[in-house]
């Protein structure tokens, strides 16, 4: 057992199948394996430095790892560690303040050929570059999130589509540069499996970006499009008609919306409801429909509009505590009111009427 201060690396030797441990290097790489599973990722680094046993048990072993406690040469870092990390699977790599290089995403690309799972969040120095890398050698990714990463180009991003297919999640939030309408049209042509996307605050998309996208990806079960001020009816249109099993809408400040985009929804949702019974019946039952929908600041809306969406879609609640119908900054909106408001009503009413005595 390691002493408690971790100074002294004098053991309790013990005898393991006849072989006696008396250095880290006899510990069997199968233990050191299991030893890097019960530590956190800051305690697995500096484990790597100790030996060439730990090393191996890294390479042989990781496959979840975190960086974002690295406050200073996460970059180097990157760069020693990832020649040992060939059966990474998850990466996060975010950055309070941006360090990551285009160099060391290359290094991940070339030797990390099993991640699904790369964070890059806030990585303002990164480049093309490192989207062409990830085309190249990150082709299993299903998850990745770039939000803030402000200087990929539209083209890049389009390039990188058609090489990771399987990705499923992808946060663009910020990426003001990357997402435009042919971005959008390349994610929809190339991501079928796109279940979740994030394009807050990308200013140049349109009605023809988000088409495109509903097109493409009809599996989409949470969309974020808040900031984006070119958005009409029609986009909302669009998806709710295609995308039949979209659960998160976010369309704060996409003051173009109106009712006709509310009615839409609440439409889709009573044309979607046999479907739902269908897989009830078939036991494969889970809960479709909205659960979350963010309106705040689209001010063109009326009461009677988004009363329809909150009434055909159960899960939405604009009581205390459970704000999945958000309306912040809409004051004609406060007579809108969830399912579990009108009972709690119904009920205290029933409670104040005077019983007739037996």
């Known amino acids: 057992m ?11 030797f013990e005898k393991m199948e006849g072989i006696v441990i008396t250095e880290w290097k006899d510990i069997p790489v199968e233990l050191l394996m299991r030893i890097l599973n019960l530590v956190d990722d800051r305690t697995v680094i500096i484990a790597s430095g100790v030996c060439s046993g730990w090393r191996d048990a890294i390479s042989f072993g990781l496959t979840r790892l975190s960086l974002s406690w690295c406050k200073k040469n996460m970059n180097g870092l990157v760069l020693s560690l990832a020649p040992k990390l060939g059966r990474l699977q998850t990466l996060v790599l975010r950055q ?51 939000s803030g990463c402000t200087s990929f180009s539209d083209s890049a991003l389009a390039y990188l589509t058609r090489f990771c297919r ?79 099993h979209l659960r998160s809408l976010g369309l704060y400040y996409c003051r173009n919306i109106t009712d006709r985009a509310m009615y839409s929804l609440a439409q889709s949702g009573v044309k979607n409801k046999h479907e739902l019974w269908r897989s009830v019946k078939k036991g494969k039952f889970d809960e479709e429909g909205l659960r979350s929908l963010n309106i705040s600041q689209c001010t063109y809306l009326t009461p009677s509009a988004v009363q329809a969406v909150c009434d055909t879609f159960p899960a939405l609640h604009t009581c205390s505590g459970r704000h999945s119908l958000v309306m912040s900054g809409c004051l004609n909106l406060t007579s809108v009111h969830c399912a579990c408001i009108l009972q709690a009503h119904r009920a205290h009413t029933h409670s104040a009427l005077p019983h007739s005595a037996h």
Do not use: F
């Open 2 to 12: 390691v002493s408690e201060g971790g100074g002294s690396v004098s053991l309790c």
């Open 96 to 146: 309070d303040k941006p360090q990551l290089e285009d160099n060391a995403v290359e290094a991940i690309a070339n030797h990390c050929h099993e991640l699904q799972d790369l964070d890059l969040s806030k990585s303002l120095k990164l480049t093309d570059h490192s989207l062409y890398s990830l085309s190249r050698g990150c082709t299993n990714l299903t998850s990745l999130n770039l």
């Open 166 to 244: 399987k990705l499923r999640v992808l946060n663009l939030c910020g990426c003001v540069e990357a997402v435009s309408d042919n971005a959008l049209q390349a994610i929809g042509e190339n991501c079928s499996q796109m279940q979740s996307l994030n394009l807050g605050w990308c200013e140049k998309i349109s009605d023809d970006g988000v088409m495109s996208l509903a097109d493409g990806c009809p599996d989409l079960r949470s969309l974020d499009l808040c900031g984006c001020v070119l958005i009409t009816d029609e986009s909302v249109v669009a998806l709710a008609n295609r995308c039949v």
